[in-house]
């Protein structure tokens, strides 16, 4: 029997990505990385700013997500983002811009833990991405 | 009758507006293919994500404590009416055809006593509404800026929304487009989007046991406001395609219409020039006979 399943990634524009070979994709869920192989169980949960790693039999991809929603259901992978960069053809630009903004909303006062927690978390995988 | 310059005149003025309205027709034409498709590839985001939101709001047991976006406030006095339309004209009933729709439901909060707020998108809206409804409007958003129909816009409109909501400055939220059925049919529509309205009540024992983390109400109160963006944006783009599709039907008619035009004028044309030309030999004939 195979191990694969299928994966969708939508943004609201287009669909981003479909891939019927899927054989791991790890996802940077709210409360943290989570591992999704064939046969999981329906999940539905959110995105942090992140990593999503793609594991197929073409090799790994990695894409760069802000945020969104993933449901996994019936062996199908959906992923729901507004943003979202394949870490191949990322602009280096936009990330040094993206990432320079965000350092300015962290030093704003009116913060809840919520968004702080998001921002910081931003800036780390920006970060990361930016020194690769 | 008009004199032959005249005729002429008008001929030629008439056929340079042919020109002009099968110049925009085929503009409209290409535009409305790239907004078709973009509408297209929209729809997959908002049916996903409509489908994640029922299927999570029928899994919440206690609605008491359910987040107002979804519940609603419990009353149901204040509307907000958000009417989108386009920033340029000559595009047919296209316009026109959201505001009735819009006003026969203003009329219809008037005389239920209830109160309203209107937030227009798109100038030409704002322009026909301002006559009638300019206390009403509490908010004039165009972009006229941005060539595409963009996340962004939307994001910024829904924000707006749902800051005013969490202020207790409306009850329900409705938003008013026309939906792309096909080039020469769009359809107004009127779409609440606060409270969410569950179209199909799924029954409960058909609903998928899902595993939530974190738990269904966080997520759903992170999703809730993506849903209205996401809403906002389907309607924004579908009425990006209705435009063009309107505006490529209203001046492919007036195309056919100044052709007929030209040919009826031409035909007077013609006619009044043979009259002169029989009247002159008529003159000179019975002129010779006279000698």
Redesign the interface.
């Known amino acids: 029997m195979s191990e694969e399943f299928n994966l969708?990634i939508?943004?609201?524009?287009?669909?981003f990505l479909n891939k019927e070979d899927v054989s791991e994709v790890v996802v940077p869920?709210?409360?943290g990385e989570?591992g999704i192989l064939k046969d999981h169980?329906?999940?539905?949960?959110?995105l942090k700013p992140g990593i999503l790693k793609v594991f197929s039999k073409s090799g790994e991809d990695k894409y760069y997500v802000e945020d969104g929603?993933i449901?996994f259901?019936e062996n199908t992978l959906?992923v729901?983002t507004?943003s979202i960069f394949s870490l191949d053809k990322i602009d280096k630009n936009y990330i040094s811009q993206s990432l320079s903004e965000t350092e300015k909303l962290l030093g704003k006062d009116d913060l809840d833990d919520q968004s702080r927690f998001l921002i910081s978390q931003k800036i780390d995988v920006l970060k990361s991405i930016n020194s690769n | 009758m008009a004199s032959l310059d005249d005729l002429k005149k008008r001929i030629t003025s008439v056929k340079s507006t042919q020109k002009i309205t099968k110049a925009m027709k085929m503009v409209a034409a290409a535009k409305l293919k790239r907004a078709q498709e973009n509408a297209e590839k929209g729809r997959p985001y908002s049916e996903k994500m409509n489908n994640i939101i029922l299927n999570l709001s029928n899994g919440i047991s206690d609605t008491e404590n359910a987040p107002k976006l979804l519940a609603g406030t419990g009353q149901d006095k204040v509307h907000l009416c958000v009417v989108l339309t386009s920033d340029r004209g000559l595009c047919g009933g296209f316009n026109s055809n959201i505001i009735k729709k819009a006003k026969a439901y203003f009329s219809k909060m008037v005389s239920e006593g209830k109160n309203f707020k209107i937030i227009t998108v798109g100038s030409k809206g704002d322009d026909q509404l301002k006559r009638q409804y300019n206390d009403k409007i509490v908010e004039r958003i165009s972009f006229k800026d941005s060539k595409n129909v963009n996340f962004f816009d939307a994001e910024k409109v829904s924000k707006m929304i749902i800051e005013s909501f969490q202020k207790n400055e409306f009850d329900v939220c409705t938003i008013f487009y026309n939906k792309f059925k096909n080039v020469i049919t769009q359809i107004p529509q009127a779409q609440q989007i606060i409270p969410l309205k569950s179209s199909d009540t799924k029954k409960k024992d058909e609903r998928d046991n899902y595993e939530f983390e974190p738990e269904e109400d966080e997520i759903l109160g992170n999703l809730l406001p993506k849903n209205i963006s996401t809403q906002i944006f389907k309607a924004m783009l579908e009425n990006s395609a209705s435009e063009q599709g309107s505006r490529m039907s209203a001046m492919d008619n007036a195309t056919r219409n100044a052709g007929e035009m030209v040919d009826k004028l031409t035909i007077q044309y013609n006619r009044s020039r043979q009259a002169a030309i029989t009247k002159e030999l008529i003159e000179i004939i019975s002129g010779a006979e006279s000698l």
């Open positions: 969708e939508v943004n609201p524009e287009k669909s869920a709210f409360e989570m169980i329906s999940i539905i949960s959110f929603i449901e259901k959906s729901l507004s």
